[in-house]
DNA sequence: CTCCTTCTTGTCACTCGGTGCCACACTATA
DNA sequence: TATAGTGTGGCACCGAGTGACAAGAAGGAG
C-alpha cells in the first residue's frame, strides 16, 4: 500500500503546485519568487526545491505524467492505420486532456507569454515526440530519419494548431484546429490512404 | 565613418566571443563561469554583460545577423516558384552559411549538448520563421493558419536533417539531406509543380 | 511504551547569472 | 584646454539553486 510518507509527500506536492499557480497567474511567473510560493504555503525555500526540481516545474505538474504513455497508445492503434492518422488521433487525444485540466486556459497563457515557460514546454513536448519517433519507426518499418520526421510534422502542425487555438481567444474548437493542421501538413511520405475502389 | 568606438567596440566583442567559445568548447558550457570568461578576456565581469546581454549569447554571435535577412531573400525569390521550394532554397542557403562558419562543428556540438543553448537556439529559430511566416503569407496569398503550418514544417524538416547530420558525424553532406528532409516533408498544401505536360 | 533507524525539515552559507549604482578615466569636440 | 559624453571596474544586491548539518517526526522492532 502506499505509505502515509509518500501520501503526504503527493498533498504537499499538489498543494504547492495550487498555490504557486495562484501566484502565478495573478502576478506573472518572474514577478513570484520561491521565497513567495513558499511563504504562501508555509514551507520553506529549501523544502520548495526537495518538491520541485526547478520553478518551472511547478507549472507542468501533473502535465508530464499525460505524456509518459502516448507513445504506449500510439503502440495500441490499429495496425492497418497509417502512422500519420495514428500520430493525428492520439495527439488530438493527447491535446483533449490538456485542454480538459484545470485551469488549462492560464496555464497555456502563461506558457505562452513566458519564455523560459515557452522553452520548457517545447522541451518536453519534443522528449514526447522522440518517443513517438522510436513507436513509429518499430511500428511502420520506415527508417529512423522519415520516423523523425514525420514526428517532427506532426509536433508542427499541433504546434500550429494550439497558438491558433490561442490567438483566436481559445474560443474556436480545439480538435477542429487540430484536423485541419494535420490535414494541410501531412507530409509527402505519408499519402493518404486510397479508398480501395 | 565608423568612430574609433564602435571599432574597437565590434574588436572587444568579436574577441570576448573567441575566448568564451574557446572555453566553452573545451571546458564545457555550465562549466564556465562569465568571470572565467571575463578574466581570461582582462576585462571585468560586469563589462562582460555590456557586451552581451547573457552568457548564453555569446554561442550565437555572429550566427544573429545571418538569420536576419532569410525573409528578405526569400521575397526575392521568383514570384512562380511555390513556397514549400522557396523555403527549400533559401532555408538550405542559411544552412550552408552557418555550416561555413569557423567552429561550425564544435559550435553546433556545444548547442546539441547543453540544454540551455538548445532552447535558446531554437527559439531563435522560430523567430526566423515567424518572420518567414509573414512574408510567405504576404506572397502566396494564403491564409495565416496555412503560412504558420508550411514554416513549422520547413522548420521541421531543417530541424531533422540538422539533427541527422550532427548524429552521422557531420561526415555526410548537409544540403543532401535537406533536400530529402524537404522532399519527404512536403505539406500537402503544398503540392508539387505540374510539369506543364 | 521505548528505543533506534530513517526520512523530512529548516537554517545557513555558498555559487552563479544578472542588474543598478557610482566614481573614475578616457575621448571627442568646442 | 575645458567640458560633456561614454566606457569601465567595483560594489552591493537579487533570485535560482545546492550542499551540509542539526533537530524533529514517522515507522518498525523489542
Not at 514551507?43 to 507542468?60: G, L, M, N, T
Not at 527508417?143 to 514525420?150: G, K, N, V, W
Request: hydrophobic share 40%.
Amino acid at each position: 500500500m502506499t505509505g502515509l510518507r509518500e501520501r503526504t509527500r503527493r498533498a504537499v506536492r499538489s498543494q504547492l503546485a495550487e498555490v504557486a499557480m495562484k501566484l502565478f497567474i495573478e502576478r506573472g511567473f518572474d514577478e513570484t519568487t520561491v521565497d513567495d510560493i513558499a511563504g504562501a504555503a508555509g514551507i520553506s525555500k529549501r523544502s520548495f526545491f526537495r518538491y520541485f526540481p526547478a520553478k518551472e516545474d511547478v507549472v507542468f505538474e501533473g502535465v508530464q505524467a499525460l505524456g509518459d504513455d502516448i507513445a504506449e497508445e500510439f503502440r495500441n492503434r490499429p495496425a492497418t492505420e497509417g502512422p500519420w492518422e495514428s500520430l493525428h488521433a492520439v495527439l488530438r487525444e493527447w491535446n483533449q486532456e490538456i485542454e480538459d485540466e484545470r485551469r488549462a486556459l492560464e496555464r497555456q497563457r502563461l506558457i505562452e507569454t513566458t519564455p523560459v515557460l515557452r522553452a520548457r514546454f517545447h522541451h518536453k513536448r519534443d522528449e514526447i515526440r522522440r518517443q513517438l519517433a522510436d513507436a513509429v519507426r518499430t511500428r511502420s518499418g520506415l527508417d529512423a530519419f522519415a520516423a523523425e520526421l514525420i514526428t517532427a510534422c506532426a509536433a508542427a502542425a499541433l504546434d500550429c494548431a494550439s497558438d491558433e487555438w490561442f490567438r483566436l481567444g481559445a474560443k474556436t474548437d480545439r480538435a477542429e484546429l487540430i484536423d485541419r493542421a494535420f490535414g494541410l501538413a501531412r507530409p509527402a511520405c505519408c499519402p493518404p490512404a486510397e479508398p480501395s475502389s
